[in-house]
């Protein structure tokens, strides 16, 4: 697993995440962004949504899905009427499409690595007692190259963490552009589920990702390295 030299690698408070993050300079999106989007939604949450990095909206408002896939995310959770312990950030904190030249919507894997701390100090300090992986990349760093790799809409136990996917709400959108709702209605039957479920589940006394105490496994996979 990938060093962890950042002095915050344990849990800690919110305030202090927030403090720690939020001028950080690890990595070249520092020098583009406006506002890094740490989290948005229950500090104590049950379940974790996580993304991969934020947009040009998350770039203005320092908060963390708070765009056109977020507006869809939260009206999917009421639909669902999903209880608010939940919460959402991604895998990088900060947006690779600000507007300015050279946008991008997905994060570099030095992006990825160089905010990996963040990420593993955030897990620490919440405890959720799943974490629900929207698209391919936070799957890919949580439950791929694995013989119980995840299906769509599906929880399953890694060591003591439990893991599911869930198609990233950009998607979503992108499909009822298309006329297409049966993603979106089996994604909303899948979080009422989870819903129902969650009492069945307790928050992990470690974070244990394939049998070794780290932030994920390698994600060179993802980039096809």
């Known amino acids: 697993c990938y060093t962890l030299n950042f002095p915050l690698q344990t849990a800690c408070s919110f305030d202090r995440l927030h403090e720690a993050f939020r001028?950080?300079?690890?990595?070249?999106?520092?020098?583009?962004r406006c506002k890094t989007a740490l989290w948005r939604g229950d500090p104590h949450a049950e379940v974790l949504f996580l993304g991969q990095c934020p947009g040009q909206v998350e770039d203005t408002t320092g908060l963390p899905f708070v765009g056109p896939s977020?507006?869809?995310?939260?009206?999917?959770?009421?639909?669902?009427?999903?209880?608010?312990?939940?919460?959402?950030?991604?895998?990088?904190?900060?947006?690779?499409?600000?507007?300015?030249?050279?946008?991008?919507?997905?994060?570099?894997?030095?992006?990825?690595?160089?905010?990996?701390?963040?990420?593993?100090?955030?897990l620490l300090t919440v405890r959720p007692k799943i974490i629900?992986?929207?698209?391919?990349?936070?799957a890919t760093m949580f439950i791929a190259n694995n013989p119980k790799a995840v299906a769509l809409n599906e929880i399953i136990q890694l060591g003591s963490n439990h893991f599911a996917q869930m198609r990233h709400p950009?998607?979503?959108?992108?499909?009822?552009?298309?006329?297409?709702?049966?993603?979106l209605t089996e994604a909303i039957t899948f979080l009422k589920q989870l819903?129902?479920?969650?009492?069945?589940?307790?928050?992990?006394?470690?974070?244990?990702?394939?049998?070794?105490?780290?932030p994920f496994p390698p994600i060179?996979?993802?980039?096809?390295?």
């Open 70 to 122: 977020g507006n869809l995310l939260d009206l999917m959770l009421r639909e669902a009427q999903f209880p608010e312990i939940y919460g959402i950030s991604n895998i990088v904190g900060c947006s690779p499409n600000t507007g300015l030249a050279n946008n991008r919507d997905d994060p570099t894997l030095a992006e990825c690595l160089a905010c990996s701390d963040r990420l593993w100090c955030l």
């Open 23 to 32: 001028n950080c300079q690890r990595c070249q999106l520092a020098n583009t």
């Open 195 to 214: 819903r129902d479920q969650l009492p069945d589940y307790n928050r992990p006394d470690h974070l244990q990702y394939f049998g070794e105490v780290c």
């Open 132 to 138: 629900v992986a929207l698209g391919r990349l936070p």
């Open 220 to 225: 060179e996979a993802y980039f096809n390295l």
């Open 170 to 183: 950009a998607y979503l959108l992108r499909r009822l552009g298309q006329h297409s709702t049966y993603e």
